[in-house]
């Protein structure tokens, strides 16, 4: 996961949330999230680089709807990344601001 933008994590964590995971629940999401707009240019091209990357499956819907799931890859991503933050976190007490 070291080589995916920050953007593209949080995309597999939110892939990884939603039980139908959908263009346009993802960006729903991820607006949320990031308390702003993400545009169509910048969520499908990063949901293709992660399919190419092997990370997800991309698989169609309907004529207008493509459905993403994760892959083997990207759930030992997932599990990967979350044992590293561990080694950092956990016992430990987060400050609040």
Do not use: C
Not at 3 to 31: C, N, S, V, W
Not at 35 to 58: F, I, Q, S
Not at 71 to 80: A, P, Y
Request: hydrophobic letters at 25%.
């Amino acid at each position: 996961m070291h080589d995916l933008t920050g953007f593209q994590r949080d995309l597999l964590y939110t892939i990884t949330g939603l039980d139908e995971p959908h263009g346009l629940a993802i960006k729903e999401e991820m607006e949320e999230y990031y308390e702003t707009d993400v545009h169509h240019g910048r969520l499908y091209p990063n949901l293709d680089t992660m399919a190419d990357k092997g990370l997800v499956n991309k698989s169609m819907k309907d004529r207008r709807t493509n459905e993403y799931e994760l892959t083997d890859r990207g759930r030992r991503e997932i599990k990967d990344r979350a044992e590293w933050e561990d080694q950092y976190l956990a016992g430990r007490e987060i400050p609040r601001p």
